[in-house]
């Protein structure tokens, strides 16, 4: 096995990675009921999703101008995901939105 | 085909000229928006086909509820207005609704199934875009050589809507721009994050509208992009120190040169089929100045817009 064959199996596994997390986060979104939890998972498939595609690719591709494509790619979405995430949870703290768990131990007590 | 389309097409425009009563002036609207559909996807262009037919379909319910809420508001409005004509006028009346409606049916039934779209002028405008208007984005090249009049009325018409918009929504509390900050707290990962993407996003959209007669791009996009960098710095600072008066006028003045530019291509042979003789540096420079105006236009429409939603809501 050539040291190219270890760069392209060393992406793929990280690729899988990738899928894996999305699979797992597409399913939870129909699973979890609740706001903040999609929220989570939501932003779950956007960061650690996309990073892991795009380092696996450039694993794949090797040293080159599209590899630093891929690395602005990287820094910009690893700095906007976690933001969206942050303000739409904030936003729907703010207006009030609730647990659905807690609302309900709001009404009994 | 295209020419009984054509036809058709005059006599749906003069029936919408001449109609005085709103649901059959609705109707006529949403069949040229049909016919005018049907013209675009013959003549090679299916998106343009599409998105004509989705904002007839669109348009003729949103005017049909309008109608419905306005005369439901005002009961004693004379609904239909043609009472008491003699049969003639009727008759006539009716001339325009039975030419369309068996043109339409012939249409349907005899040539849509199995036309072919003709893509002549496709053709001819990829063969020559690179001589005639110069540039290498064929996008560019139609918006701002072959069409640049159409594109002086998509401006005009941005322009309206601003002015519609903060015409409307005006009032004497927040025409000064008093640097006030709103009563929310603003949230610091927010504006840390923002302050790591803004250089990004200026860098992005003077690409867009520099290098926009090169690679995909164009003043409108740019544009759109440097009005959201106004959207970051206002989430980043939340404060309200730039009047939206002066901006707009700033827009207005901005247009104004889009128009005296254009006219003067126009006369000197760039934006329409250029002699061979005038050098190629020449259409770039025309290219980017005119990216330039549009996008910075549209920036400051939008930066408008924006800043007078905002202080809509806080007053």
Avoid at chain 2, 3 to 29: C, D, H, N, P
Avoid at chain 2, 116 to 129: A, G, I, M, N, V
Avoid at chain 2, 195 to 212: D, E, H, M, Q, T
């Amino acid at each position: 096995m050539g040291i190219e064959n270890i760069w392209q199996l060393i992406g793929n596994i990280i690729i899988g990675f990738g899928v894996f997390c999305m699979i797992f986060g597409a399913v939870s979104l129909f699973v979890l009921k609740d706001f903040y939890p999609r929220i989570l998972v939501a932003s779950k498939i956007d960061t650690v999703g996309l990073l892991s595609f795009v380092i696996g690719f450039a694993f794949r591709h090797g040293l080159s101008f599209f590899t630093g494509k891929l690395f602005i790619i990287l820094i910009i979405m690893l700095v906007l995901n976690p933001f969206v995430a942050h303000i739409l949870a904030r936003s729907a703290y703010r207006s009030g939105h609730e647990l659905a768990a807690e609302a309900e131990e709001g009404e009994k007590s | 085909m295209t020419q009984g389309l054509l036809v058709l097409w005059i006599v749906s425009s003069l029936a919408i000229v001449f109609e005085t009563r709103t649901y059959r002036l609705i109707i006529y609207f949403s069949i040229f928006s049909l016919i005018t559909s049907v013209a675009y996807f013959l003549l090679g262009s299916p998106d343009v086909a599409m998105a004509e037919a989705a904002i007839a379909a669109f348009a003729s319910i949103f005017f049909i509820i309008c109608i419905e809420k306005y005369y439901s508001r005002k009961e004693n409005v004379e609904k239909d207005s043609a009472k008491g004509e003699s049969l003639a006028r009727k008759a006539v009346k009716a001339v325009p609704a039975l030419v369309l409606c068996v043109g339409l049916f012939f249409l349907v039934i005899y040539f849509i199934p199995g036309i072919e779209p003709s893509h002549y002028l496709k053709h001819l405008y990829l063969q020559r875009f690179m001589t005639d208007v110069g540039g290498e984005n064929a996008v560019t090249a139609i918006y701002l050589g072959y069409r640049v009049y159409d594109t002086l009325f998509e401006a005009l018409i941005l322009v309206i809507a601003v002015v519609a918009v903060t015409h409307m929504s005006y009032s004497e509390k927040t025409q000064v721009a008093d640097g006030s900050h709103s009563e929310i707290e603003t949230s610091r990962v927010a504006a840390l994050s923002l302050r790591i993407i803004c250089p990004i996003i200026v860098a992005f959209g003077a690409y867009l509208i520099i290098n926009g007669h090169i690679s995909a791009g164009g003043g409108f996009q740019g544009g759109l992009a440097l009005a959201t960098f106004f959207i970051c710095r206002y989430m980043v600072y939340d404060i309200y120190d730039i009047s939206v008066k002066n901006v707009l006028q700033w827009e207005e003045f901005i247009f104004a040169i889009i128009i005296v530019v254009t006219a003067i291509a126009v006369f000197l042979g760039a934006a329409t089929y250029m002699p061979a003789a005038i050098v190629p540096i020449y259409q770039s420079v025309y290219l980017i100045i005119m990216n330039l105006l549009i996008g910075l236009k549209v920036a400051c429409a939008f930066f408008v817009l924006f800043y007078r939603y905002i202080t809509i809501e806080r007053e």
